[in-house]
């Protein structure tokens, strides 16, 4: 099914996923950012800090690296793309990053900030390496390397949570300081999280995104409620449509795959279909009529006691799985 990062980073790289982001979260659902507009830039932040020509040889620089993942050997953003207003003339709008999570990171916060100034602080180091090549800079601001005229853009960075937990982790900076003194605060610039939670994403709020990522939003808010993410799930209106990788990206959310079959794109062509289609088919040869309903909760039920460790015909009949949904369960597993 491949790891988290590798998954949300395969869905949202698409343009038109990502501008439907920042058209929800940045302007309350309008369409404002088209997918052309956006180009998308290198992920690789803190390589980029350390490799800059006038920061080479700072060593303390490089200390850095502990507040990230020590496992890795550096650590990139999930995704970043600027905004253009004209690719004729490179006039650039604004860069936005989305940050990709599944569960709660405490220490948010100040890795946005810290994330977001890095990118300033490329954005300043290519300005100052253009002007002293065209040699277009002199006096006081050859120091800086910065004109008066000179300006950067902003950075916005936008946290995703694919789950359906509430984002119980500090929202801003200010929320992880000991000190809560206001004079003390009203001279620090507090840092917020510009946060996507599906636990307070209301039907309202699902229809300012297209189909596609709506979907996929909600089956999160609803992935720990069996009754509501099982309807969700064998709803062939709303699922068939989904491209191959909105569904692995559900996979991963509720815990099962679902695959697409070579040749047969654009179907719910899954564990979970598979068994609905064999109840339907059984109920229809012994002339019961309820099949979609019970057929689809009766197949979740037996992939959830086969999870469990109920690996027989006998095991799952014990536990009310009728034989035809059971033998069809087992036959997935073998």
């Not at 369409?31 to 920061?55: A, G, K």
């Not at 002007?131 to 936008?158: H, L, M, Q």
């Not at 610039?189 to 995104?209: A, G, R, T, V």
Request: aromatic letters at 8%; hydrophobic letters at 35%.
């Amino acid at each position: 099914m491949g790891t988290f990062d590798e998954i949300t980073y395969s869905y949202l790289k698409k343009a038109e996923r990502f501008a439907d982001i920042i058209n929800y979260k940045i302007f309350n659902g309008e369409y404002i950012i088209r997918p052309e507009m956006l180009y998308e830039l290198d992920s690789r932040e803190v390589t980029e800090l350390y490799n800059h020509e006038n920061n080479k040889n700072h060593g303390k620089r490089k200390n850095l690296s502990v507040l990230f993942d020590s496992k890795s050997k550096s650590k990139n953003r999930d995704i970043i793309k600027a905004i253009y207003r004209n690719k004729v003339d490179e006039t650039l709008y604004s860069i936005v990053c989305i940050e990709n999570q599944n569960d709660i990171n405490n220490a948010m916060p100040v890795r946005n900030m810290l994330y977001d100034a890095i990118r300033y602080d490329n954005q300043v180091n290519d300005i100052k390496a253009k002007n002293r090549d065209n040699k277009n800079i002199s006096g006081s601001e050859y120091i800086s390397g910065f004109r008066d005229e000179d300006t950067i853009v902003p950075v916005v960075t936008i946290v995703i949570l694919w789950s359906p937990d509430k984002w119980n982790g500090p929202r801003s900076l200010h929320k992880m300081f000991s000190i809560q003194d206001p004079r003390i605060l009203k001279l620090v610039p507090d840092y917020e999280i510009n946060l996507i939670e599906p636990f307070f994403m209301n039907e309202e709020d699902f229809e300012k995104l297209n189909d596609d990522i709506s979907t996929v939003l909600r089956i999160a808010k609803y992935s720990n409620d069996d009754k509501t993410i099982k309807q969700l799930l064998t709803d062939n209106d709303r699922i068939k449509p989904l491209p191959p990788d909105a569904k692995s990206l559900i996979g991963h959310i509720v815990g099962r795959e679902l695959e697409n079959e070579e040749g047969d794109e654009g179907n719910m062509s899954n564990v979970f279909q598979r068994l609905l289609e064999n109840e339907r088919t059984e109920g229809r040869e012994e002339g019961r009529e309820e099949g979609v309903v019970s057929g689809s909760t009766e197949a979740f039920d037996a992939m959830d006691l086969i999870k469990k460790g109920f690996t027989t015909l006998e095991d799952l009949k014990k536990n009310g799985i009728s034989e035809p949904v059971a033998k069809a369960a087992l036959s997935r597993i073998q």
